[in-house]
């Protein structure tokens, strides 16, 4: 098995392990994004929210994965947009991580709550909820706006490198375009973070990505384009 045979198989499983954690992160992290979030500690989702935010840095591990495994192969068609890429890739990384310490933060409260030790219930509610909205603002501009700027970029070199199927590629542009407009859709209020309209509207990027991963995995990058495009 050839380097670059390996590489696409490892981007693959970076992209699938993205989408997987990103998923149990979120159906993980309900007990403390809800409205009684203080009683999370007491109802005993301590363990469950903790594991969550484990698999926010997976999630975060792996989106670094797909943008160091990717860039070789892109930079040599444009190095400029290439960069591009690799740099909004790592903000959605940031912002995901960002994310994930105001959850930690909400356990934290909850636990203190659960113990006794806030002598402020109004104070707690107030902290809670400015916690709540900073994990809602990082989790739309990173998994959303920065999303789609860098899908536009990598699916734009993939289309003009010809690694994968052009088909392809152009399907990760227009979905690129879906997620970014679900993310403003959000920031202007128009949608709510976890409802069915704006998760109708940023499935085609995931729909891609495993598109992509599994064609990756199974096909590999293409043969007769890797000559033009050395690593």
């Known amino acids: 098995m050839t380097q670059d045979r390996m590489n696409g198989i490892l981007i693959g499983l970076f992209y699938i392990a993205a989408a997987a954690t990103s998923i149990v992160a979120v159906v993980f992290y309900q007990p403390v994004l809800e409205d009684e979030w203080y009683m999370a500690v007491a109802n005993g989702f301590k363990t469950k929210v903790l594991m969550g935010v484990l698999n926010d840095i997976l999630l975060v591990v792996s989106a670094i994965g797909t943008a160091v495994m990717l860039f070789p192969y892109l930079r040599r068609w444009n190095e400029h947009m290439a960069l591009g890429y690799l740099c909004f890739r790592f903000m959605e990384a940031v912002f995901i991580a960002v994310g994930l310490v105001s959850i930690l933060g909400l356990v934290h409260l909850s636990a203190e709550y659960d113990a006794g030790r806030l002598a402020s219930e109004e104070h707690l509610l107030s902290i809670g909820v400015l916690l ?100």
């Not at 704006?198 to 729909?207: D, E, N, Q, T």
């Open 132 to 231: 709540q909205a900073f994990h809602r603002w990082t989790a739309m501009l990173g998994p959303n706006l920065m999303l789609g700027l860098n899908t536009c970029l990598y699916s734009y070199l993939l289309f003009k490198t010809r690694l994968v199927p052009k088909p392809l590629a152009l399907f990760g542009m227009v979905t690129a375009v879906f997620v970014f407009i679900a993310g403003l859709l959000e920031m202007f209020g128009i949608v709510e973070p976890f409802s069915a309209v704006k998760g109708l509207i940023a499935l085609p990027v995931g729909v891609f990505e495993m598109s992509l991963a599994i064609w990756l995995i199974v096909k590999g990058f293409d043969k007769q384009m890797l000559g033009n495009v050395k690593v």
